[in-house]
């Protein structure tokens, strides 16, 4: 059993008596995005069990990565459906990147191009901005810097919103991109005549 299996056990097997089982368990899963620094896993994995989440199973892909250079992660969990939102919520409140929750998925997909000092401005800031306050999954991202990285760069940024709140999350990016001063280049949206 290597180290992080341990770790993985001991968190799993602490809480095992404090999960309900009488009003009934559902099983979901949990993607996660997690920086590859040993006990990462294990800081990801402490508020599913501290809030009444019983592990069931982890898939770490530690050798991909994802368009922000991190590790996805996918955790399988039970919990009473009362407690799943106070899980995730506990998740993002620790700082983890939580892709996707159980059911909760995203049902469109827009991008928009960036264009600034995003370097300078700190792009990993921006698109973690962009996921909370936009409420938004980053799924994809290009980069281009072709004066390197102390001149203006841009920036395709693929996301996925839930259906009907485009104009929600575009509102929320331009508001970013103000606070940032760059540039936010826009989807054609509709297909009505100019």
């Known amino acids: 059993m290597d180290a992080c299996t341990r770790e993985v056990t001991a968190v ?40 009444g989440g019983n592990l069931l199973s982890i898939h770490h892909e530690r050798g991909s990565m994802t368009p922000r250079g991190h590790i996805p992660v996918e955790v399988d969990l039970e919990s009473p459906p ?3 939102d106070d899980i995730v919520d506990a998740l993002r409140d620790a700082g983890v990147n939580v892709i996707q929750a159980g059911a909760e998925h995203y049902g469109e997909e827009i991008s928009v191009v960036l264009v600034g000092d995003l370097v300078d401005t ?44 485009t104009d929600a999350a575009l509102s929320a990016i331009r508001s970013l991109g103000a606070d940032k001063e760059l540039t936010v280049v826009e989807p054609l949206l509709g297909g009505e005549a100019a």
Do not use: K, N
Request: glycine share 6%; net charge negative.
């Open 12 to 51: 799993s097997d602490e809480h095992d008596e404090d999960a309900e089982t009488d009003g009934g368990v559902r099983a979901y899963t949990v993607r996660l995005e997690l920086v590859d620094e040993p006990g990462e896993l294990l800081r990801a994995l402490e508020p599913i069990a501290e809030s």
């Open 82 to 84: 009362e407690r799943f």
């Open 122 to 165: 700190d792009l990993s800031d921006t698109l973690s901005r962009i996921e909370s306050t936009a409420d938004a999954a980053v799924r994809d991202l290009s980069l281009s810097a072709p004066d390197g990285t102390e001149a203006v760069s841009s920036a395709r940024v693929r996301l996925a919103i839930d259906s009907g709140e």
